[in-house]
């Protein structure tokens, strides 16, 4: 297993992993993601762990499934008052792997491993003047064990989650002289937490379910400290992954159609490390539709959420003339452009024999733009006040995925 373990995080952390709802994978699997990232009240196999673990309880055998997301991102940024340049960090592969087995009629098990979030930049290539030859790389794996019960028309299922992250901050603007980690060294850490959930079918066609992710604490060495001091900042090493609160619904409209609609609150507001930086709790609405044939499946959603990263007031007071609200709003938006607002998604599956099913999905996030002052991040004693407005930062940032599943059940 820990071979295992290390061998997907090396595959998923080069160059590292992009995010769609923040610095999380809005899904995993190919149904889910062709779904719009639905899946809390909607079983699709031994995966369904990642979005609710009481799921596993509708499994009505023993299955393996294995998967690969390629992840395109297109983002760039104009630096500190630069022509724009494209971010080098524009490929990932990102696998997942996910077991069950049914015990007996009220108990299945199940274990999963995916890469789930991630983000970063490579602005190593850009012109140092304007983009400090910024690069960044926040990569997580979890592994996931999980124990669902079912009995009669409702489900419970609770899954420890073990977290390992790396996390790389490096740039030049000259201060130290040498830059800050320019060898690109990350620091990486095991953080430890839960996941519990529960469905309720309170008809044969509908089905209501929620579940509920723990905060997990993570400090990545020095890395966010020694970052920060190369700006004259103080910032902490904590950079905990945050708590989610999630609902949905599922419902058979006939035989062959289903719709799906989930809600998840990211709490990014209460995480050491995000909420230092302002990010914002952040709502995601997810729809998706699916139609079964003879032997194949189609589905498409969508997925929207709100800017989870709040913009730091910019001015000319002596209280900031250290410069750390525009510095605060240039990390934000040169180094962890987790901005992206809505996906659209579509995909489908189709059944080789009895044993084995292939599933492939597609995601297209449209650029979005963000646009933030850092003016006052030139206020560092001893030179003058910079007045707000002077200087804005710009990033824009659009995504693609392509996903494929292979499932073998028992």
């Known amino acids: 297993m820990k071979k295992l373990v290390v061998s997907m995080f ?25 779904l719009g990232g639905t899946g809390v009240a909607h079983f699709v196999g031994a995966e369904s762990t990642f979005a609710n673990p009481a799921m ?99 489900g419970l299922g609770f899954s420890p989650v073990f977290q390992y992250g790396s996390l790389a901050i490096s740039y030049n603007n000259g201060n130290p002289p040498a830059g800050v980690n320019t060898a690109q060294n990350a620091s990486t850490h095991t953080g430890f937490g839960f996941a519990l959930g529960g469905y309720y079918n309170t008809s044969s066609a509908l089905t209501l379910g929620a579940s509920y992710n723990s905060k997990i604490r993570m400090n990545y060495g020095t890395q966010m400290s020694v970052a920060g001091t190369g700006f004259g900042q103080v910032f902490s090493d904590n950079l905990d992954q945050p708590a989610e609160i999630k609902a949905a619904i599922a419902y058979a409209a006939s035989s062959s159609f289903t719709v799906t609609a989930d809600y998840r609150l990211i709490q990014w507001a209460s995480a050491s490390g995000y909420k ?36 730091f007031a910019n001015g000319i007071a002596a209280n900031q003339q250290n410069g750390q609200n525009g510095i605060g709003n240039m990390f934000n938006n040169l180094m962890f452009p987790g901005i992206i607002k809505s996906s659209y998604t579509f995909g489908g599956g189709y059944t080789l024999n009895r044993n084995f099913d292939l599933a492939g999905a597609v995601m297209i996030a449209p650029k979005v733009t963000s646009r933030v002052d850092i003016s006052d991040a030139m206020n560092t004693p001893g030179n003058p006040l910079t007045p707000a407005g002077t200087l804005l930062n710009t990033t824009t940032h659009s995504q693609q995925s392509f996903t494929v599943s292979l499932r073998y059940k028992f």
């Open 10 to 34: 090396a595959v998923m952390a080069s160059p590292l992993v992009h995010a769609t709802n923040g610095d999380t994978m809005m899904s995993v699997g190919a149904e889910n993601t062709a």
């Open 56 to 154: 596993l309880g509708k499994s009505t055998g023993d299955e393996l499934v294995g998967g690969m997301v390629l992840f395109k991102p297109t983002v760039s940024n104009d630096g500190m008052g630069g022509a724009a340049a494209n971010s080098a960090a524009d490929t990932s592969y990102i696998p997942d792997i996910s077991y069950s087995s049914r015990i007996n009629d009220n108990l299945t098990y199940g274990v999963a491993m995916a890469g789930i979030a991630g983000m970063g930049v490579d602005y190593t290539g850009a012109p140092k003047a304007t983009h400090v030859l910024a690069k960044t790389a926040l990569s997580i794996l979890k592994v996931i064990p999980t124990i669902a019960y079912n009995d009669g028309h409702y």
């Open 276 to 311: 230092d930086f302002g990010w914002k709790n952040q709502t995601v609405i997810a729809v998706g539709g699916k139609y079964t044939g003879e032997g194949y499946w189609l589905g498409a959603g969508y997925n929207n959420s709100n800017n989870p990263i709040g913009v």
